[in-house]
């Protein structure tokens, strides 16, 4: 798990994926035939081999804030990026990027209640408003969550697990597939949580297919049967608010599964949606749907996701690419 650990510890906030970026190709340049990067900023990783083409996609990005004002004490407004609920993130300490160094801060409220927003809440530092901008703050600078990932018994806690798991299972993807009939691409996007933009135009360019995106659900404490749970396997997506999986791909993952005696959730929700979306509905469409791992305290610093299940995610998609089957429609 180090290199989910590293992967986790950068910033790489929607918009300022260069750094996530940077450290995915390092890694999985050796193990695949072509590696380059789109205008939007999207790495795509090429596999080469004969039809059907098919896409396997993570998003490198992860929710922060933007400084959007600097009062004279040093006190910083922000706006969200992501889904952020102002109200779990009060005390957290963050970093904010400037182009000479990161500043230390910790969010307070201006607001002390359960209607918490994030027009109430502001960054405390040491600094003053003059210090700030001298040391490269200024409106438009990042500011992400610091880490506490570790690994506790057999889960791995940490902030940006949404969706650094993803990254991690397509980077170790490629490097057990060590040849592959079909041509395989490993598309590591931006933005998606600001609206899926990466997988919008990387799935135009690369017309594959079908699809399977990489990524997490919020994951419940309660008993409730219906809901996700960490440690009960990985899921996949029958439906969520703007996306139905593809039945076709749902069952492939099924019966390997059942063959492999993996356990699998499945997904049924009123909310969230992944790239997926956009993806299924490149050009003339594309068959899609979406395997991942539930995680607890979603796109907060203290998330906490269970190993096994992202190992049993890799064990399954590497034993689906392994020989890729023909698309199906329904």
């Not at 896409?55 to 910083?76: C, F, P, Q, R, S």
Request: positive net charge; proline residues 2%; hydrophobic residues 35%.
């Amino acid at each position: 798990m180090e290199l989910l650990l590293k992967l986790m510890d950068i910033s790489g906030v929607s918009g300022n994926e260069e750094p996530v970026r940077d450290l995915i190709a390092k890694e999985i340049e050796k193990h695949v035939d072509k590696i380059s990067t789109d205008k939007l900023g999207n790495l795509i990783a090429v596999k080469k081999g004969k039809l059907p083409k098919v896409m396997l996609a993570a998003h490198m990005d992860e929710v922060g804030l933007m400084v959007k004002g600097i009062e004279e004490n040093g006190n910083i407004k922000c706006a969200g990026i992501g889904e952020v609920d102002a109200k779990y993130v009060i005390g957290q300490k963050v970093k904010i990027s400037s182009n000479k160094k990161h500043i230390n801060g910790i969010i307070s409220s201006s607001k002390k209640s359960k209607n918490t927003s994030i027009n109430n809440i502001f960054i405390k530092t040491k600094s003053s408003k003059k210090e700030l901008l001298k040391n490269g703050v200024e409106i438009g600078s990042y500011v992400s969550f610091e880490n506490y990932s570790n690994i506790k018994n057999s889960f791995i806690e940490g902030k940006a697990l949404d969706n650094r798991i993803g990254c991690f299972t397509l980077i170790e993807l490629a490097k057990r597939l060590k040849k592959s009939k079909n041509e395989i691409y490993f598309v590591f996007t931006v933005q998606e949580e600001i609206g899926l933009y990466g997988a919008k135009t990387s799935a135009f360019e690369i017309q594959p297919d079908w699809a399977i995106t990489i990524d997490v659900t919020e994951a419940k404490k309660d008993s409730s049967k219906s809901e996700m749970h960490i440690g009960k396997g990985p899921f996949i997506t029958i439906k969520n608010a703007d996306f139905i999986g593809n039945r076709c791909i749902n069952n492939w993952i099924k019966d390997i599964a059942k063959r492999r005696k993996i356990m699998l959730q499945y997904n049924v929700s009123d909310s969230e949606t992944t790239d997926a979306t956009n993806i299924s509905l490149s050009r003339g469409g594309v068959p899609s749907s979406v395997i991942g791992v539930a995680v607890e305290n979603l796109h907060t610093a203290k998330g906490k996701a269970s190993i096994k299940d992202i190992k049993d995610a890799i064990e399954t998609l590497y034993e689906l690419m392994k020989n890729p089957p023909k698309v199906c429609l329904v």
